[in-house]
Every structure is written in C-alpha cells, then in structure tokens.
C-alpha cells in the first residue's frame, strides 16, 4: 500500500485477509534464527497475492506461507 501513498489510517481505505495457509515442511525453534522471503507476484483488480519461505539458519526450508488480500479504496458515500 506504501507504493501508491496510503496507509491502513487513509480514509477510505479497505484491506481485508481472503485467505491464507501455512504450511510446515520441518520441526521449527522459532527461539532460533530464521530469514522470512516474500514476494507477490499478482497484485490486480484490488487483490493481491502474497507468498513467503521461511528457512532455517543453515538454509533449510522449514515453512510455508500464502495469502489474498483485498486492498482498495471505497466510494465515499454521498
């Protein structure tokens, strides 16, 4: 949302969670050291599509994340 100038505060603006899954691939420390790699490779029409891996300090891939979004801004009322 920072890419066209609004924040979760711009009037309005609505976002909302459509879905989204995590999946487990191996046992996981959270107490530990991990990176969190995202990217969203469609974002159109007021959704968007986010996907992350999430590996472990020896470069493990131990989880798995997916989500839709909406994001849009709302007619004001008149």
Do not use: C
Not at 42 to 68: K, M, N, P, W, Y
């Amino acid at each position: 949302i920072r890419v066209h100038g609004v924040s979760w505060r711009t009037p309005g603006f609505q976002s909302a969670s459509l879905d989204h899954a995590m999946w487990f691939h191996k046992p996981i420390n959270f107490n530990d050291w991990h990176l969190y790699a995202q990217d969203s490779p469609s974002a159109s029409g007021g959704r968007g599509f986010i996907r992350g891996s999430i590996f472990a300090a020896d470069g493990t891939l131990v989880a798995s994340v997916a989500q839709e979004g909406l994001m849009r801004m709302r007619k004001p009322k008149n």
